[in-house]
Each structure stands twice: as structure tokens, then as C-alpha cells.
């Protein structure tokens, strides 16, 4: 398929989902959004917390990471030379340690407008982005902003060796927005539909991620690039839900000091989903009318699908480069 047709394709694709998504607003269900005491990123029992992003590279020297079982969202984004980054979010618990930090990409503003004015840190960005973060509603928290939230370890070599405190990181930006509703909904498994799917790999141009059900421990365990993904402590990365995301990649009007352009992941919109949760994937529709709304994940009949309590990862895949189920 030659990239005229695929973006065809992915065109074509997004307004079918539009298309659905206007059909079967009349005839959803009431929604009756998050319950009170439960989180509304895990469905968890959890008070209300400040929202803390942290930008957390994935190149093989990264690895493993530190603090990242303990987010309960993780983002995973495609960068410069199809490598991959995560935007994990935290509130509900907050690890001593968090990393390796890395730099912010424009894709990272409008994702999280979503969470009101959340605190960011990162180590740094592009000159050039700087203006747009600088006016994006939250709290960038980057070294020089927050030095005692930061640290240096001496097991790695610069710049795989940042390491944020949470707790710290959040002291500096004391009127960052709580947790609140981003269209996440919890709850039983979808009765009929779906399909037994015990592994499914999602592939970048230089990055694989794998995630194989485990009934045991209820949880989508995670590799990266074939290989099993822990943290530093030696836990093993997992997922109750995990959500591949079908959206448009395109070059951004940034590049890295190497001359590669930054890809643009764009979240809003409307396209297609699979869901993962209890060992099967259940095709769904997302929608996000703009980047204050959050997203919602419906099924086939219009109504929401309904995630597994716990952490939630979302993989935002390239609509013109993946495979349809």
C-alpha cells in the first residue's frame, strides 16, 4: 500500500467512526460517570490526589526503569527515528523515584489538557517549543524549575541517569489539578464479542512492545522489544487494561539537534481502538472532540466499554501503518 492510499485509508476510517459515533449518540445509555472513591484513571479506591506526569525514556540504555509499575496511566509515544517514549501519570501513589526523566515533545500539550492543569516534568525542551509550553495549562517542572526534586544517579551515564521525586516534584506546583474524570470507564467484562487473544504486539519503526496475559497475576505483561520489562526493584511492568490507540502520526514542525523531525501524535479526533482486558480484545471506537475533553472507548452498540480496575496503558499506533484486526 503506497502512503497516498494509507492516508486515504486512515481518512476514510475516521470518518466512519464519526459517522457511527453520530448514529449511536441518540442511543447510548445514561452514563453515570466515575463513582465517588474510586479513581478515575485505575477505577481503584483512591482519595482525590494532584495529577503528576512524568516524561520517561524507553531507549535500550533507559532500561529498566524505576517507579513506572506504580504510574496509573502509562502513554506510549512514537519519537524521533521510530523510537518510543512514555508520558506515565501518577496519582493515587507516588514512588519514592521516578525515570529516567527525559524531554517533553508537542505531542505531550494536548494529551494533557485532559487532566486540567496537571504538573509536567520533564528535563527539558526543544528551544523553539519552549513558547508553547511556557502557555500550555500546567506546572512545567523541568531541573531548573524544581532542582531538589531532582537527582543524578551513577549507575547510568548521562542522560540516562534523571531521576525525579514525585512527592517533591509536586510540592513545587501546590495548585495542580486533581484527578479527575477523563472518560475512562470500569467495570465487568463486555458479555459476548470479543475474541481469545493471550498476546498482542504493537511494532514503531524501531520499537516493539508485547503484552502477554497472564490469568495468575491478572495482568497484560509487558516487553519491550522481546524482552521482559521490570523496573529497577525487579517488578515486572503490567497492565489490567491495555488500549492500542489507531491514530495519525505525522512529522511536526520540530527536530532533534541530530536534524530528525519530531512525529506529532494527534489525540483528538475519532478512530478505531482494541481493547485488552481479561485475556481478550474487544474491537472499540474512540472520540475526543477537543483536548479538554477526555477520551471515550465505545462499543460496537454505541455504549462504553467498560476497562478492568487497574493500571491502564494506552499505545498510540500510526492508523496508517497497523494491520486491521
Known amino acids: 500500500m503506497t502512503g497516498v492510499e494509507a492516508g486515504k485509508g486512515t481518512r476514510v476510517l475516521v470518518a466512519l467512526a464519526a459517522a457511527l459515533l453520530l448514529a449511536l449518540a441518540g442511543c447510548q445509555a445514561e452514563d453515570e460517570g466515575v463513582p465517588q472513591g474510586r479513581s478515575p484513571f485505575t477505577g481503584l479506591p483512591a482519595e482525590p490526589r494532584p ?23 502509562v502513554y506510549v509515544e512514537q519519537v524521533e527515528a521510530g523510537l518510543s517514549r512514555m508520558l506515565a501519570i501518577f496519582s493515587a501513589e507516588l514512588p519514592p523515584a521516578v525515570g529516567p526523566v527525559r524531554s517533553a515533545r508537542e505531542t505531550d500539550l494536548d494529551l494533557l489538557r485532559q487532566f486540567g492543569t496537571p504538573a509536567l516534568a520533564y528535563s527539558g525542551v526543544q528551544r523553539k517549543l519552549q513558547p508553547a509550553i511556557d502557555a500550555a495549562p500546567l506546572y512545567p517542572l523541568p531541573p531548573g524549575r524544581a532542582p531538589e526534586a531532582y537527582y543524578r544517579g551513577r549507575d547510568r551515564a548521562a542522560p540516562y541517569n534523571l531521576y525525579v521525586r514525585p512527592a517533591a516534584a509536586l510540592r513545587a506546583a501546590p495548585q495542580a489539578s486533581e484527578a479527575a474524570d477523563i472518560g475512562f470507564r470500569f467495570g465487568p467484562a463486555p458479555k459476548g464479542g470479543g475474541r481469545a487473544e493471550p498476546e498482542h504486539t504493537v511494532r514503531y519503526p524501531s520499537a516493539r512492545f508485547g503484552f502477554t496475559w497472564s490469568a495468575e497475576r491478572r495482568r497484560w505483561l509487558v516487553s519491550f522489544d522481546g524482552t521482559a520489562a521490570t523496573t529497577t526493584d525487579g517488578h515486572r511492568l503490567g497492565a489490567a487494561t491495555v488500549v492500542v490507540q489507531y491514530v495519525r502520526v505525522h512529522p511536526s514542525r520540530y527536530h532533534d539537534r541530530l536534524g530528525s523531525v519530531s512525529p506529532l501524535t494527534e489525540t483528538t479526533g475519532a478512530g478505531r481502538a482494541l481493547v485488552l482486558r481479561d485475556g481478550r480484545s474487544y474491537e472499540a471506537v474512540w472520540e475526543r472532540r477537543t483536548a479538554r475533553d477526555g477520551t471515550e472507548f465505545l462499543d460496537p452498540d454505541g455504549k ?5 480496575t487497574g493500571p491502564v496503558w494506552v499505545v498510540y499506533a500510526d492508523a496508517d501503518d497497523q494491520p486491521r484486526a
Do not use: C, E, M, Y
Open 51 to 73: 495529577v503528576l506526569a512524568v516524561k520517561i525514556d524507553n531507549a535500550a540504555p533507559a532500561r529498566p526503569q524505576t517507579g513506572l509499575d506504580r504510574a496509573d496511566i
Open 304 to 308: 462504553r466499554l467498560a476497562f478492568a
